[in-house]
């Protein structure tokens, strides 16, 4: 704590004037001299426990911390200081008052008017009335300390509207006898949060589980796949970590420019923060690629959480390189959980995106079958990562809008000129809404767009429709469950029952109510009563496609098509096309592997098999991130107007890494956790690294592992320190096992999250996780340890 005398706020002279018979005298001395105040506490460990917030580093009183600790609190609820005064109160003749105010950015204004700076009268004894102001400082007790002075605790009370910002406190001192008043100042600025736990604040959420998995769990999961196969990564959050909280306000503040005024609204925050995680427009924290081609940068999927995304980026004010939809959606769920913003990470698998707003995902082929992309730039993702936010929506007049809003820091498309998206609030969605604020269409045809193809059959020619998938887009749409690493499905939020009439009608509600041409144009073409399918008369010619979804990337599979002659008297001549693809998740196509063309004769209630083997070189390249493909398959039948058509995104499962625990997990001591996978190539890996995220504060450092050696390495730690490490593996034989040991030491107690990611050059994205409970242990001043690693 600092005297200031000349850059502190000071009270207006009418604010000293207040009744000096409505205070009680608790305490009546007679002043031998002015009053000071010596010190100003700011209670760590009580505001840390009553507001959430003792995990923060900002909030560590760790002797190994090189910057001095800064209290973090939520608004809407009372913190406590304590004064340490040079002398008992007296309260006839001493007048304290505190000032609160925004500490700016750059050079933003601030002021009384604009609710950033606040101005109190110390309220004691009978003037304890309730006041309009959701702003109150109130003493609690006064008592002497064990050094003779005078301790006053004081409880503030911040408006659960007020900026989420740094914040500056001044305590301002008169005593009567004494013309000037003096000012105190506390060292550094505190924090101020969202309070979800505070009902008057909009982000009020009633259940306390919820609170705890989406405010303050600093781990959680996110689904990546297909919607034939999908599965779980690990990602670390971190929001209490170094500088995490300090970015998330220079974001808000200096990046998107968002003003203190506007900062304790978090339908503004939110939407200013999903533009600022993506640097499209010059300013954000990641660099979205797509290529495939990460060499300058870091692939999107060796990132094991947002830490030293967030931390690269403050320390060097340039985007991060590089980053895909799951990316943006962990580093956007740290920002909104840092800023106490309940948040949670969706992904929506056969996810639409639709460039022309038309509530639909056209297709055109060619006579062979081969997607002529070209045509349109609509495309169908593998699955699509956003985020949802709890909040209230005053800004559309109802409270209808409150609960979910989704928000999307992958850059898409344009919103108000600018690359992001949201909030949209999810039952606007579910209900077709699609002119409701903010970007209700896009996030209606990513999860309910009908899928169209069709034949374009050359210059001059009308295009013909094959098929018309109504119920493909929009599947198993997933978050982590509450409490548990379980997936919870969250379809029926997003949309009604497929091929229901509620379903049909919420399509035409949001046709209708859609602004471009092409989907005026759609509307006029299709019969919505009749969105199932299109009926084909006489189809005698059934078609399965099977996959081997147990299938590991190193080894062959095959594409099986049947064909089925229904018919119990004709024959049927079928001839046709079996396409495999190389793609992104996003379906963009890296490459063809194999077209495999076919004509069968079928015979009456007979079946032909067509099958498509693929080996381990034809799909394999080295550094190919994902082992997902796109197969396609397309046939006439001789003498019928039915044309089959069939698209099914396939991708090959990887191996686990498998983590088990050597010994009892215990506060602050060294833990053995040994990490093993299989290699499934059969060819052998060169080079790769482990990465190791644990729940808990984090340092990383490298280590070199050689295997099949012993390595040992004296390393002194911190107590306020969880180590995650990486491993840098030399060699792994094809088909066969790596196994890693290593050291970890949690920093918190209760249940703790575990997860260890591999990466090479040829194979990539191999992860798994535990969980665990961390119990107390025994005080020792053993500092020193030595980390074994084989």
Known sequence: MELNNSGAHTLPFAFWQHDQNDLENEIDHEPSAELTIERIDTCLEENGLNHRTEKFELMSTSNAKAKPSQLVVRRGEEFLVKLICSRPVNLKTDAISLVLAVDPIASEWISHGHGTVVYL??????????????????????QV????????????????TASVSRWTLTINVKSEGVEESNSYQLDQPFYLLFNAWCEEDPVYLEDEDQR?????????????????????????????????LDCALWLLGDVARLSATYRGNPVKVCRALSGVVNSNDNYGVVTGNWSGSYGDGTAPTAWTGSVKILQEYYRTESPVRYGQCWVFAGVLATLCRALGLPCRIVTNFSSAHDTEASLTVDVYLDEEGNVMRNFSRDSIWNYHVWNEVWLKRPDLGTAAYDGW?????????????????????VVAVRKGLVNVLYDCDFVFAEVNADKVFWRYRGPGRALKLIQKDTAGIGQFISTKAIGVDEREDITASYKCGEQSSEAKLTMLRALKLGQSCLTKHYLKQVKIEDRSSIKHEGRDVEFELELNDRALVGEAFNIVLRVRNISPDEPHAVCGRIHLNHILYTGKNIKTITSHPFTVEVEPSGEEVIEVPVAFDDYYEPGMDEAIFKVTSFATIEGA??????QEDYSLRKPDVQLELSGTPLLRSSLKVKATFYNPLPIPITAGSFQIECSGLCKSLTIPVIIGERSFFELLFSNAYTYADYFQIEFVDARDKCEVTFLIRPSFKGSTQLSAKFQSNELSDIEGSLNFEVEEREENNTLHEVLFFS
């Open 121 to 142: 009268i110390l309220q004691t004894g009978d003037n304890n009335e309730e006041e309009d102001s959701d702003w109150s400082a109130k003493l609690r007790s006064m």
């Open 145 to 160: 300390n064990e050094d003779g002075l005078m301790e006053l605790l004081v409880a503030i009370r911040t408006s659960p």
């Open 212 to 244: 705890r998995e989406y405010v303050l769990e600093d781990m959680t999961m996110i689904w990546k796949g297909n919607e034939r196969s999908f599965y779980p990564r690990k990602w670390k959050l971190g929001q209490y970590e170094e500088n995490i």
């Open 405 to 425: 809003q989704v928000i999307d820091g992958t850059p898409q498309e344009f919103s108000d000129g600018t690359y992001k998206l949201g909030p949209a609030p």
């Open 641 to 646: 107007d039915y044309e089959y058509f069939s």
